[in-house]
């Protein structure tokens, strides 16, 4: 999955947490000065394209809803970063954090002891 941008997941963000909208709709979401109809319009558009949204038609209008979890879409972008930066191994990954100390040997035995009990 292409990774987003920032402007991207910004719009991401709003239809995650708003749901399906119009771009008008969205338009209003943002403070002023808004970003240009046009502008939000292509941006959609591409995100559509790219695979992160679909539309149901409304005459001749579109509302547009996300088809893809912010979970989904963060487990794919986790799942690249191993990928690129850590030879795709998850223990080099988990060993990165434990080393530089995000997690500590405790709360990573913690985590294991709740995934054999399949509480994660």
């Avoid at 943002?30 to 539309?55: A, Q």
């Avoid at 930066?85 to 990165?96: H, K, P, R």
């Amino acid at each position: 999955m292409k990774k987003l941008t920032n402007k991207e997941k910004e719009i991401m963000d709003l239809y995650w947490e708003c749901g399906p909208m119009f771009v008008r709709e969205l338009q209003e979401h943002y403070e002023e000065p808004r970003p240009h109809f046009n502008t939000l319009s292509t941006m959609v558009r591409i995100l559509e394209k790219n695979g992160f949204l679909d539309h149901k038609q409304y005459g001749n209008t579109y509302q547009y809803f996300p088809i893809i979890t912010e979970k989904e879409y963060g487990k794919s972008n986790l799942a690249g970063v191993i990928k690129s930066y850590f030879n795709n191994s998850y223990m080099s990954a988990v060993s990165a954090f434990v080393k530089e100390e995000k997690i500590s040997v405790d709360e990573l035995k913690d985590l294991i002891h709740k995934i054999e009990k399949g509480e994660e």
